[in-house]
């Protein structure tokens, strides 16, 4: 369980060594968990291989085990990959796919030009784009697509008229307070904040963002424990320190945020003996958050982490050869902490 003391927060480190071996130990395939988180396993390889890279150890896990297992996914039918052997493909684990392929070098591996099709079929007409054929609707799903088709190098497959269409369906997800929604009309959140923005910036778009109005609705999202939440009167959560501050990095104002409070918070959730990172202090640690607190980290400057890209949330290297890198603000990175 994570460390509960908040007051010795500001003394302890982050114990990379622990989590690489937390990530190491996830394959519990003699657990329950294990089976019962089935359908999260391509995201969950992508958020511990990240955290890895992120650590500075990119070869954490046995690489061709993993490229086997993410050709293992691949939903003949649907002409991408599911989440699991077996189950159906959908965009959300598309994405993972793509991603873990990319950073193991193994691109070459995978269908483009099916996957590329696959992508292109969930646009609809008014801009939406679905998760897989049974329609369902969300801005994760335009994001997705958009940093899917980017990684792969297709975004111009895309036809312009559609292009449009997209910017378009965006602009009507945003809310008076500046923000996103999942769909139009749907409450502003951090999670949809950060997709939509970063829709925007790979579209090259931010003109469609009112900067100083979402970036003063994401600074307020910091609370008093230095933790950020999601959207007004919630709870903070460690994944929040990656939702709203890449978010607020994409808008260039990372210095809104309060960086010593954050750091403390996010390592004050930290699982000092087992490893692993957990929503707040106290709670018990998962993959998701480990990725995210330390994504987090990364985008504060803490010292001995790799940069990691705000929009694409891999590793800025990475990002950078391909040559996807957009514009956003960094934080110098720390020689020591405290
Ligand atoms: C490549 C990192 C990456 C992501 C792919 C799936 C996706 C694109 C983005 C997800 C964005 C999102 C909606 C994140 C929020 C997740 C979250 C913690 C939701 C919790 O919502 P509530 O309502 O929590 O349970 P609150 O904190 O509002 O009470």
Excluded at 69 to 76: I, Q, T
Aim: proline letters at 5%.
């Amino acid at each position: 369980m994570a460390s509960t003391s908040t007051s010795a927060s500001s003394a302890i480190k982050l114990d990379i060594p622990l989590h690489i071996k937390y990530i190491q130990n996830l394959d519990k395939r003699q657990d329950l968990a294990y089976h019962l988180t089935s359908h999260l396993r391509l995201n969950g390889i992508y958020w511990g291989l990240t955290a890895s890279h992120i650590m500075g150890q990119p070869y954490a896990l046995d690489r061709e085990g993993v490229i086997e297992y993410v050709l293992s996914c691949w939903d003949d039918e649907a002409g991408t990959f599911g989440p699991h052997p077996n189950h159906d493909g959908h965009i959300l684990s598309t994405l993972s796919g793509i991603q873990i392929m990319l950073m193991q070098d193994a691109i070459d591996r995978v269908d483009v030009e099916s996957v590329t099709k696959f992508l292109l079929d969930r646009i609809s007409p008014d801009g939406s784009v679905s998760g897989d054929s049974w329609g369902e609707i969300d801005t994760r799903f335009t994001y997705i697509l958009l940093s899917s088709l980017s990684l792969l190098g297709k975004l111009d497959q895309i036809p312009t008229e559609k292009r449009e269409q997209i910017v378009q369906y965006i602009s009507r997800c945003r809310n008076f307070d500046g923000g996103f929604g999942r769909v139009p009309g749907a409450e502003s959140h951090s999670g949809q904040v950060w997709v939509c923005t970063a829709a925007l910036s790979i579209l090259g778009r931010q003109d469609l963002i009112d900067i100083p109005l979402l970036g003063a609705w994401l600074s307020e999202r910091q609370l008093p424990n230095g933790g950020l939440n999601g959207r007004p009167e919630k709870l903070e959560d460690v994944c929040y320190s990656w939702w709203c501050l890449a978010s607020i990095s994409i808008l260039g104002k990372l210095h809104w945020i309060n960086k010593d409070k954050l750091i403390g918070f996010i390592l004050g959730a930290q699982d000092l003996d087992d490893g692993g990172i957990a929503d707040r202090p106290g709670d018990w640690v998962d993959v998701f958050h480990t990725l995210f607190g330390v994504a987090g980290l990364s985008l504060l400057g803490y010292p001995g982490l790799e940069d990691i890209d705000p929009v694409y949330c891999m590793p800025a290297k990475l990002i950078d050869k391909l040559g996807l890198k957009k514009p956003y603000a960094t934080l110098p990175r720390m020689v020591s902490y405290p």
